[in-house]
């Protein structure tokens, strides 16, 4: 079974600095796909970026960028220029390319509460 | 464009009180989930639904059952419900490839006294 493992419960960042969000999962898929997803108090749960387990390529958008190490099954998120918007918890998920997998679910960890001092 | 909504936002039950949750989606998705988050987890799959006239289990679904009479709505229901259900109750969809992303619903919070 596949697991998600984000070991920071809680992180803190300077309004305009840079910080990075850790992830690593267990699996013995090779296809896959890894998301972070982004929960503000809204609890709307809304994507932040994605990364196709076959694209070496790492994922950005705008300020967010992954550093994606399948080998050593790592996943982090790196926030640039953070804003007072950004805070939220975070979510690192993850799914089988194999929607036989209970229907290509979503595997989350347990999240990392990001807060921004101004 | 409405996305994936979910009725109600919040509902209290007693102990034994029965109740349905409501997930519509207006993007002609095929796939359908229903996930509860409780505090310090992310989210877990209770049930799921490949097409209409389709369910299957997820991973925590005792006490719970669904629906799926057609294509656009996803019912969840407690039909005796226990203070151990009480949680945030998401709703999502997607096309069915992994590539697509899941989309959510704003979220149920449900409380069992």
């Known amino acids: 079974a596949q697991t998600v493992t984000q070991s920071q419960p809680e992180m803190s960042v300077q309004e305009a600095e840079t910080v990075t969000l850790s992830c690593t999962y267990d699996t013995s898929e090779s296809d896959y796909y890894l998301f972070w997803y982004k929960q503000p108090p809204s609890r709307q749960m809304i994507l932040v970026i994605r990364q196709e387990a076959y694209k070496q390529q790492n994922a950005t958008e705008n300020r967010f960028s992954v550093n994606f190490q399948k080998a050593a099954k790592s996943f982090s998120l790196k926030i640039s220029d953070s804003q007072l918007g950004d805070a939220a918890m975070y979510f690192c998920a993850y799914r089988s390319a194999s929607m036989g997998n209970q229907g290509g679910k979503l595997i989350f960890g347990q999240g990392t509460e990001l807060s921004v001092k101004p | 464009n409405a996305g994936v909504t979910q009725t109600p936002k919040f509902r209290v039950l007693k102990t034994g009180q029965s109740m349905t949750l409501l997930c519509a989606q207006d993007?002609?998705?095929?796939?359908m989930y229903w996930y509860r988050q409780d505090p310090g987890m992310g989210l877990r799959l209770i049930h799921y639904?490949?097409?209409?006239?389709?369910?299957a289990k997820g991973e925590v679904p005792d006490g719970y059952n669904v629906s799926r009479l057609k294509k656009q709505n996803f019912l969840l229901g407690l039909e005796s419900a226990a203070p151990s259900q009480t949680s945030v109750y998401f709703c999502?969809?997607?096309?069915?490839?992994?590539?697509?992303?899941?989309?959510f619903g704003p979220g149920t919070r449900l409380l069992v006294l």
């Open positions: 999502a969809s997607s096309y069915s490839t992994g590539r697509k992303t899941q989309y």
């Open positions: 639904s490949v097409g209409e006239g389709t369910t």
């Open positions: 993007m002609n998705h095929e796939y």
